[in-house]
């Protein structure tokens, strides 16, 4: 359970960061660090709601998707290490928190529209993805 909020979970299946046929949950307050791949959502997963998560130094993508899925809660989104800063095109121009424009997610049209300047505060309760190995605190 990557600290899955589950709301009529219908077979949520979770393997090497694959979140499979699963169908209306929420996915936050993860950290997916340092991993060849982030989160890879797939074979008919549609319409869950990944936020307040972290993707950081993972090599290959942080998220792909080609199916239908929020990544942001409507008010929040998830910290992105490779859109966060001005350099990176990332503006936060009224200091709110939250970048300006729209991180796209790679793999399909999904997107998210309130990423994170800065990482949400994950307490050591929930479950990290570190070096290719799931740690739980």
């Not at 960061?17 to 797939?42: D, H, P, Q, W």
Request: glycine fraction near 8%; include cysteine.
């Amino acid at each position: 359970d990557l600290h899955l909020s589950l709301r009529r979970q219908r077979q949520m299946c979770i393997r090497d960061r694959r979140i499979k046929g699963s169908t209306g949950n929420n996915v936050s307050f993860n950290a997916f660090l340092e991993n060849k791949y982030g989160l890879y959502m797939c074979c008919g997963s549609n319409h869950n709601t990944i936020f307040c998560n972290i993707f950081k130094d993972n090599r290959e993508w942080n998220v792909s998707d080609a199916y239908t899925n929020s990544y942001d809660n409507g008010t929040l989104g998830n910290y992105w290490d490779s859109f966060h800063k001005p350099d990176q095109g990332a503006y936060d121009n009224d200091s709110d928190g939250i970048v300006d424009q729209i991180y796209r997610i790679y793999g399909g049209g999904n997107y998210d529209s309130y990423p994170l300047v800065n990482p949400p505060d994950i307490d050591n309760k929930f479950l990290f993805m570190v070096n290719e190995k799931l740690f739980s605190n």
